[in-house]
């Protein structure tokens, strides 16, 4: 929260930074505000006091894994279950988040807040669009991660409001997450040419639904992904 409002005190001094973080962050604004609302609602739904997704959206920030956290309250799950269950779903992090370590190595005291916004999203944007080398990358980094975290706390905030005023039918409101990361894979995709990652994880992803419980599904294709761009890592590399 307190690099959110760093945003504000550090726009005086990088306006460009922050503009062109703006016009970048845009189709995540979309999405995360729906998503953001989406998560606000269900957590009224459940009947959670109204300060809760507020503060889960400012202090855990985890996209999927608030949704699946809303059903661990309901069912009171006890807190080592929860714990397991968060490290299997957000495990996945620790891998893509290896490609982002040159990004962040020059970033000084905004490096911790980069790594615990770094939602999907965010590292779909970081890793697709082209970088203005005009600008200074550490306050450019900030601003995007600060501004699609405002994002989704907004869209909580309203979520949480309209929920409390108004019965709204929820069901399947959780696939938007869903719908806005395979946007922005296709557009991963228009910017690298490179079908065979894509069919790797088709494959990694297939083998693991058939292969193994759901529960560990997750894990499973990101090891079986990981595992087959090593060994076509240079055909990959080839074809760029």
């Not at 690099?3 to 460009?16: R, T, V």
């Not at 996209?63 to 490290?87: E, P, S, V, W």
């Not at 995007?144 to 929820?170: M, R």
């Amino acid at each position: 929260m307190l690099c959110i409002l760093g945003l504000m005190y550090k726009l005086f001094d990088h306006k460009k930074e922050f503009k062109e973080a703006l016009n970048i962050s845009i189709p995540i604004m979309i999405g995360y505000l729906v998503l953001g609302f989406a998560f606000g609602l269900l957590a009224s739904s459940f009947d959670l006091d109204w300060h809760i997704p507020i503060l889960m959206s400012i202090f855990i920030y985890a996209g999927a894994l608030q949704f699946l956290a809303i059903g661990f309250f309901n069912i009171k799950m006890g807190l080592i279950d929860i714990a397991i269950a968060t490290i299997f779903v957000n495990i996945r992090q620790s891998f893509y988040g290896l490609s982002l370590l040159k990004k962040f190595k020059n970033t000084g005291k905004c490096k911790k807040y980069l790594i615990f916004g770094l939602t999907d999203e965010t590292y779909g944007l970081l890793t697709t669009v082209e970088e203005n080398k005009k600008l200074s990358k550490k306050y450019f980094y900030f601003f995007l991660t600060s501004l699609n975290q405002l994002y989704w706390i907004t869209g909580t905030i309203f979520g949480t409001v309209f929920g409390a005023t108004i019965k709204f039918d929820t069901n399947g409101l959780e696939f938007s997450l869903t719908a806005l990361f395979v946007v922005l894979c296709i557009e991963q995709y228009k910017r690298l040419q490179n079908i065979l990652p894509f069919i790797i994880g088709g494959i990694a992803s297939i083998i693991a639904f058939l292969v193994v419980p759901s529960d560990k599904m997750l894990i499973t294709a990101i090891l079986v992904s990981l595992l087959l761009l090593l060994t076509f890592k240079q055909r990959i590399e080839n074809d760029k």
